[in-house]
C-alpha cells in the first residue's frame, strides 16, 4: 500500500512569477519502482528548493513502475504545487526519462537527478547557481567522491578504464563521467538530445557531447550514498554500453580521434615491415605485409570521409 499522504513542507514557498512566466529551473526526476522512499526524495528537493526561493518546477516521470510509485506521486502531486506527474504507459528506461522530461521543461536551466537517495539532492540550488552567476559554464556536474553502487568491486577499476578512455578521446580530464546529478542549459542541450539512448548511459552521453562541443563543464565535489532499493544496474550489460556509448560520441563528433591514431599504426607497422622485407628479399612482399599497409590505407580513408560528413553536418 502507498504510504500516507506527505504533508507541506514548513520552507516558505518558493518565488512564483505572478505573471505565469516560465520557472528558472526545472528537475527532471525518474520514478521507477521507488515506492518506498521517492516521498522523503520530493521532500528533500522541494524543502532545498523552497528555502532557496528559486522558482522551479519538479518533473516526477514514472516509468510504467510496476509496483505503488505512480499513487504515491499522485499524492504528492495535490500537496506540493510545484510538482507535476508524468505517467509512461511502458518503459523507456532513464535516458528516455531525461530525454523527454528536458524536452518538456520550461525553465532555463534542466537538472537531472535520481529518486534513489543516493545524490545530494539538496545541493540542486547551488548547482543552479552556478549556471545563473558564470556564463561562461554550460553545464555543472555533482562529481561524486566515493563510489557506493552495487558490484563496487567491478565497478570502481571499470569505470576508471572507461574514464580515461574517454579522457584521452575527449582531452579533457573528466573527474566524473557518469554522474546523475547535473544541472545545463536546456537551449545548449537541445541538439544532443536525439543522441541520447534509453538506458543509463545517457549522463555520459550528455556530458561528452557538451565537451566534445567546447561548452565548459564545471565538477563540482559531492558525496554519494548508498541507493535505496533495488539498483537497476547490470554490470556486464551496462558495462558493455558505457563504452560503446564513449566511442560512438566521440565517434560523431571527432571520428579522426578514434580512427586515425589505428590507420597511422597499421600503415606505420606495414611499412616497417615492408622495407624490412625488401631487405630480406628484394621486391617481394608477403601478404600480411601488404595486409597491413591497405588496412591502414583503407581505415584512413574512412576516417577523413567521416570527418568530412561531421564538418558538413548541421546540428542545429
Not at 552495487?150 to 578512455?165: E, G, Q
Not at 561528452?208 to 554490470?235: E, M, W
Request: glycine share 6%; proline share 6%; with cysteine.
Amino acid at each position: 500500500m502507498p504510504p500516507e499522504p506527505p504533508v507541506p513542507s514548513p520552507h516558505r514557498a518558493a518565488e512564483v512569477d505572478p505573471a505565469g512566466l516560465a520557472p528558472v529551473a526545472t528537475i527532471v526526476l525518474p520514478c521507477y519502482n521507488e515506492e518506498a522512499h521517492v516521498l522523503d526524495e520530493l521532500k528533500r528537493i522541494t524543502a532545498a528548493m523552497d528555502a532557496d526561493g528559486m522558482s522551479y518546477e519538479l518533473l516526477a516521470v514514472d516509468d510504467a513502475s510496476t509496483d505503488d510509485t505512480l499513487a504515491v506521486l499522485r499524492q504528492a502531486e495535490q500537496v506540493f504545487e510545484h510538482l507535476k506527474v508524468v505517467a509512461f504507459r511502458r518503459n523507456g528506461g532513464s535516458g528516455t526519462v531525461r530525454r523527454i522530461g528536458t524536452q518538456m521543461a520550461r525553465g532555463e536551466i534542466v537538472v537531472w537527478t535520481d529518486a534513489d537517495m543516493s545524490y545530494e539532492n539538496e545541493r540542486i540550488p547551488e548547482l543552479v547557481r552556478v549556471l545563473l552567476e558564470d556564463d561562461s559554464y554550460d553545464q555543472v556536474v555533482g562529481a561524486r567522491t566515493t563510489e557506493e553502487g552495487s558490484h563496487k568491486a567491478l565497478r570502481v577499476p571499470a569505470k576508471f578504464v572507461i574514464r580515461k578512455v574517454a579522457e584521452v578521446l575527449a582531452r579533457q580530464r573528466i573527474p566524473d563521467l557518469n554522474s546523475g546529478l547535473r544541472a545545463f542549459r536546456k537551449s545548449v542541450s537541445l541538439p544532443y538530445l536525439r543522441l541520447l539512448p534509453p538506458g543509463f548511459s545517457c549522463v555520459t552521453t550528455i556530458t561528452l557531447a557538451f565537451l566534445c562541443n567546447q561548452h565548459d563543464i564545471k565538477y563540482v565535489p559531492t558525496a554519494y550514498a548508498k541507493r535505496a532499493g533495488t539498483s537497476k544496474f547490470h554490470f556486464v550489460k551496462d558495462a558493455y554500453r558505457y563504452i560503446l556509448q564513449v566511442l560512438r560520441m566521440v565517434m560523431y563528433f571527432e571520428p579522426l580521434r578514434v580512427l586515425m591514431p589505428l590507420a597511422l599504426f597499421l600503415f606505420g607497422l606495414g611499412f616497417v615491415k615492408a622495407v624490412t622485407d625488401m631487405f630480406r628479399h628484394t621486391f617481394y612482399f608477403p601478404a600480411n605485409t601488404v595486409l597491413l599497409l591497405v588496412s591502414g590505407l583503407l581505415i584512413g580513408s574512412v576516417a577523413l570521409l567521416a570527418d568530412l560528413v561531421v564538418r558538413s553536418r548541421d546540428d542545429g
